[in-house]
């Protein structure tokens, strides 16, 4: 079978998801061209260099409607006979671009793809573009739709984590995220955001939150208490479906679950023949993927069924697998992981995650493929495992693997 | 077919009069709907009318559909029911419609004849679809009386397009009050609502609605929905504020329900579905919805227990025919919680009440009890200070047995002890004579032993209230093996007066409620005990539309009254006794935790008697079990350990009647009211599926799931228990 390889992983900076983030003056088209502009640069492509730009975004409603892959290619300066394809698979449309780029090239169907994701969450509220599965009664009430922070917290319960756990989790996160920066662990892949003039408008993530420790975080009141307890009750609900839980506890609150900001990813994905004409090294092959359906009411608990299927796909057990990158949806999505595979906590997300940097909905499952490969390329490593639990009760997967 | 009348004024009003001769409120039947466009037709015709206005001819303005008429489309529509039922209800649509757009030009939306509703009383179901059709609703101030769509309460939801009209007249949100709680309002409240526009002086309703007709003009009668630019009220279901209410609305209504309601959820369906498309597929989608309730069984068992057989108890079901036997003057013997309670209903029912107890300041405060409830209901408007004189001057509270000279009643609630309950009798009967119907009150104790101590025993009954007495609507009434019809009629009319509703059962051991309700404690604690999660048990109560789980009931009922219970049981059954439960609850009762009363029990309780969560000392006595069984599981167990009980109290002549085994047990202790009652449940299950399931849990959990011979013989004959036992147009009722 042809092999799938990584060339390129680049990301923006993530901003603030509001008013006085540095991003919020930029739109959803630009900062996708801004991303597919840098992977040409960098890369050298040029003309129909890419069989498509499979682009990934949750929100896809006004400036992020109506096809924005195709409308970012043409605002970028990619050939126009480059298509575009927009997907969604919510937090993981970053990642599932990129395994359906992978999959196409090892299916022999074109030589190479620009796979990656936008989120300009400041701009496009999280939401907006509805969801049946919330506001049509008789499904939401069929599968027991609960919000995912009610989700987050029924993991929480059901497998016995406590807010001082979440929270170190997140003061880890921070520490984490901090640290990197400061060794300028991401000085490979984040490309700087300029205006229209050349100007810098962001070339940092500025979400991050350094100092943040047990005692800040312990300040802060739970987020899902009230629409949980009082209105509308969304605890009811999950213990229709976990009746052997007597109360959900919340324990998440903004400090231990990912944040709201604006950013994009790339990926350049090929075959080899493609590298060898453009004169480029394959950095990682894309040796495994996988995608799966969960319970939607505990909705969050994806990264595990799916861990254990591209585990079992590919013919590999945990042990196999040097470093890990579990989106930090929420603390408690990371800690259901750690229990699961009972994995050392050194090994994931060793340069911090959402809870620190943000979590662009759309791209994040494409920066923390290129986070992993990062960090496999600085510590010397040969193999990595990325993840994330997506809403409704999915979760994907991707193994990379050094070459 | 004379229910609708049409009287064509000089004026050129045309007055629509619904006047159902055989009955004391209109009812819709599918005859007089025809009638309705006939009417309808001729006036939009006729070039002499220049509007109409639909009246009562009776003090009030409709009760509802006939429920009776919908169960009969769907039986005699052979094989296909639903589309029976849909064709019905989308004529009635087409009448609507066709009422509610008059003649106006639909490019246009010129030319149409302004249509009013007067509104002269309680007006309710299809009589309030009919009003919300016409294009302005103008109620007499007659402040007893009420509208509303009540539909809900009984298992169904307005499918005669009150739930399309309503919901986009007000949202979603405004609406839910009137749709999913069935609230009934009185006129001033019905205007705040939007049901109706006017309240009038009931003598000038007639003139009032002719009035407006003749003054209104095409602008007045173009409904919202039905010109360019509409919006949903409130948001419609993908605009940002009908997100957050649709959003929200199904989450409480499915915690609310537990999910076993299908009425609510049809309904909250079709307002969400039909908010996102035009009005006449609304119709259409409110349709579907509205067929698959009345297609579901639960539906159809509801309506029956909950309505029809519920009314047919209150009217005299099985009265035995013997002349009127009214009580004009109630002794009650005893002033303690029941006793107190008991006085206060009759004496709110008018009825003169003497009220006994051995000490006068006893007596004294069972008459405040009386007094206490008065105050809250003035509180809340519903009891005006002449109210509260009158029916506190009814109630004689003292000591002076010989107060009790003329009463025709006497219901006994004194201590539960046998030997004091004869005395009792005995003292009292020397006072008001053998003729006077002499009931005791006994939750517990057998009727035909305690008709003993008196010397007629034909005149001795048992009357079993619930507690607490002002708010249960059951009144078990208990025949002990010489009661004759003359003091079962004397208690079926006395719990007409005081409207509660009333079955009337055979003596034997607990009777009939406490008998089901005992097992299902019993069930409860038998996990416990397993080492099944409690909050399983409790969720799984709850989940299956039990209002308390067995736990949370033991506690609120005291687990000394269950450790009193059981050593009675033992002491009567001897051998044959079972007592798995035993050391659970005498070991709660020697720890002091005998449940609310003692702020600790299953549950833990707060200083103030707040139940705060299950007690977590629970797991140290009895550990969790590493399987836990299947929510399902529990579910059967608890529910067949009542259902089965139920059914050897029929086996055994206890119950003579399934309608009062299926209204009792929801009315006398919340059984699971989805199901339309215990009987009704097993005619879901069908009765083989039943028998199959006995067998399981018999294998699984022990002999007391042991399949009951009768119904043994109704699965190996694929029967039903209202097939068999159904008396005449109730068995296929709704």
């Known amino acids: ?177 901090a640290r990197a920066w400061a060794e300028g662990r991401f000085d490979k892949s984040v490309i700087p955001v300029r205006d229209i003039n050349g100007l810098t408008i962001l070339d940092r993530d500025e979400y991050l939150r350094p100092g943040t420790d047990m005692q800040s975080l312990g300040a802060l009141k739970p987020a899902f208490k009230e629409m949980g307890e009082m209105m509308p009750g969304f605890d009811q609900i999950a213990l229709m479906k976990y ?27 090929g075959n080899a023949e493609f ?43 945990i042990s196999d697998i040097d470093l890990f990158e579990v989106n930090e949806a929420f603390s408690s999505v990371v800690l259901r992981f750690l229990q699961a595979f009972d994995v050392d906590h050194g090994k994931v997300n060793v340069n911090g995650g959402a809870i620190a940097m943000g979590h662009p909905l759309g791209a994040t499952g494409a920066m923390i493929i290129g986070t992993l490969l990062d960090e496999l390329e600085r510590t010397g490593k040969g193999t990595g495992l990325a993840t994330l639990c997506v809403a409704s009760g999915m979760g994907a997967a991707t193994i990379i693997e050094r070459v | ?240 504020a009908g997100f957050m209410t649709f959003v929200g609305a199904s989450a409480m209504i499915n915690g609310k329900t537990k999910g076993v309601y299908p009425a609510a959820k049809a309904l909250l369906s079709a307002v969400y579905e039909g ?51 009214r009580v004009a003057k109630l002794g009650v013997l005893g002033a303690g919680m029941m006793g107190a309670g008991i006085a206060y209903v009759a004496a709110n029912a008018g009825i003169e009440v003497v009220l006994i107890d051995a000490a006068q300041d006893a007596a004294g405060r069972g008459k405040a009890h009386a007094e206490s409830l008065l105050d809250k209901g003035m509180k809340r408007g519903k009891v ?25 009643l006497i219901v006994e609630a004194v201590f539960e002890d046998v030997g004091v309950k004869a005395e009792v009798t005995k003292m009292v009967l020397s006072v008001v004579g053998p003729d006077c119907i002499f009931a005791t009150n006994t ?13 007629s025993p034909e005149h001795f009954i048992g009357i079993h209230f619930f507690s607490p007495v002002d708010k249960m609507a059951l009144v078990e009434i208990i025949k002990g093996a010489k009661t004759g019809d003359r003091a079962v009629a004397k208690a079926l009319d006395f719990v007409r007066q005081i409207r509660k509703t009333p079955i009337v059962v055979n003596d034997a ?25 409690p909050a399983l048990i409790e969720n799984a109560a709850k989940l299956v539309g039990m209002p308390l789980g067995p736990l949370q009931l033991t506690d609120e009922t005291s687990l000394d009254l269950g450790a009193k219970i059981a050593k009675a049981t033992k002491a009567a059954m001897g051998a044959a006794y079972d007592d798995t439960v035993d050391p659970v609850i005498f070991g709660m009762v020697d720890a002091g935790r005998l449940g609310r009363k003692s702020n600790a029990g299953f549950y833990a309780y707060d200083e103030s008697g707040k139940r705060l969560g299950l007690w977590d000392g629970l797991a140290d006595h009895y550990p969790l079990a590493a399987d836990q069984p299947e929510l399902v599981e529990v579910q059967h167990r608890l529910l067949f350990a009542q259902v089965l009980e139920a059914v050897r109290a029929l086996e055994e002549g206890v119950l003579t009647d399934i309608r009062e085994g299926d209204v009792g047990a929801i009315l006398g202790w919340g059984f699971a009211p989805w199901s339309g009652g215990p009987f009704s449940w097993l005619d879901i299950l069908g009765t083989p599926y039943a028998a199959e399931r006995c067998d399981q849990l018999q294998a699984a959990y022990g002999d007391r799931f042991a399949c009951p011979a009768l119904l043994r013989e109704m699965a190996d004959k694929g029967q039903s228990f209202y097939g068999r036992f159904g008396a005449g147009v109730d068995s296929k009722a709704a």
């Open chain 2, 1 to 240: 077919m004379t229910d609708f009348t049409m009287q064509a004024d000089a004026d050129g009003v045309a007055v629509i009069t619904w006047d159902v001769k055989a009955k004391s409120m209109n009812v819709l039947t599918r005859e007089a709907f025809a009638l309705v466009e006939e009417l309808l037709d001729a006036a939009l015709a006729d070039p002499e009318v220049k509007g109409i206005v639909i009246a009562s001819g009776k003090s009030t303005f409709a009760g509802g559909m006939d429920l009776n008429t919908l169960a009969t489309i769907r039986d005699e529509a052979g094989d296909d029911p639903a589309q029976a039922l849909y064709d019905f209800t989308m004529n009635g649509h087409r009448i609507l419609r066709k009422l509610e757009r008059a003649g106006l030009d639909p490019k246009t939306n010129k030319g149409g004849k302004p249509i009013a509703c007067a509104i002269p009383g309680t007006c309710a179901g299809i009589g309030t679809e009919i009003a919300l059709a016409c294009h302005r609703r103008i109620m007499a101030d007659d402040p007893k009386a009420r509208i509303g769509l009540p539909e809900i309460l009984v298992g169904i939801f307005p499918g005669g397009g009150g739930t399309t009209r309503y919901s986009r007249m007000v949202g979603a949100m405004q609406a839910a009050p009137v749709l999913l709680e069935g609230k009934m309002l009185a006129p001033k409240a019905a205007k705040s609502a939007q049901l109706i526009d006017e309240v009038v002086a009931p003598e000038d309703l007639l003139a009032r609605a002719k009035e407006w007709v003749l003054s209104a003009t095409d602008a007045d009668i173009v409904k919202p929905w039905d010109q360019k630019g509409w919006k949903m009220p409130g948001g419609a279901p993908y605009h940002p």
């Open chain 2, 509 to 533: 051991r607990f009777f009939y409620a406490n008998r089901c309700i005992i097992p299902y404690i019993n069930e409860g604690i038998r996990m416990v005990a397993e080492g099944v999660a």
């Open chain 1, 275 to 317: 590298g060898a004409a453009y004169g480029l090294k394959p950095r990682a092959r894309i040796k495994a993927t996988a995608k799966i359906g969960t319970d939607p009411t505990i909705m969050l608990t994806g990264p595990v069924p799916a861990t254990e299927k591209i585990l079992k796909d590919s013919g590999m057990s």
């Open chain 1, 243 to 269: 009746p052997h839980l007597e109360k959900i506890e919340h324990i998440h609150h903004a400090g231990n679950s990912s944040g709201i900001v604006d950013g994009a990813a790339a990926l350049l994905i």
């Open chain 1, 1 to 177: 079978m042809t092999e799938a390889y990584i060339y390129d992983a680049i990301r923006t900076p993530r901003g603030k998801g509001r008013k006085d983030g540095a991003l919020h003056e930029v739109t959803a088209a630009r900062l996708s061209a801004v991303t597919l502009n840098a992977i040409k640069d960098r890369n050298n492509l040029d003309g129909h260099a890419v069989e498509d730009v499979i682009w990934g975004n949750v929100t896809q409603v006004m400036e992020q409607g109506g096809c924005l892959a195709r409308t970012a290619v043409l605002a970028s300066e990619l050939d126009q006979r480059i298509p575009g394809l927009a997907i969604n698979r919510f937090c993981a449309s970053g990642m599932e671009a990129v395994n359906l780029a992978a999959n196409q090239v090892r299916g022999g169907a074109g030589s190479a793809y620009i796979a990656g994701g936008v989120e300009m969450m400041g701009r496009v509220a999280m939401g907006s573009d509805g969801a049946a599965i919330a506001v049509d009664p008789s499904i939401a009430m069929d599968t027991y739709f609960v919000p995912q922070g009610i989700s987050a917290d029924i993991i929480a319960t059901e497998y016995g984590f406590s807010r001082d756990d979440a929270d170190a989790l997140a003061v880890e996160s921070q520490n984490r995220a």
């Open chain 2, 443 to 455: 939750s517990t104790l057998p009727i035909t032993e305690l008709a003993k101590a008196s010397d």
């Open chain 2, 384 to 408: 005006t200070p002449e109210k509260k004189a009158e029916v506190l001057g009814r109630i004689h509270a003292t000591t002076d047995h010989a107060a009790l000279a003329g009463c025709d």
């Open chain 2, 275 to 325: 908010a996102l498309v035009d009005f006449d597929t609304a119709l259409r989608i409110e349709t579907r919805w509205f067929v698959s309730v009345l297609m579901n069984p639960s539906s159809s068992a509801m309506i029956r227990s909950l309505f029809l057989n519920k009314e047919a108890l209150e009217k005299g079901a099985n009265r035995p025919a013997v002349p009127d036997q």
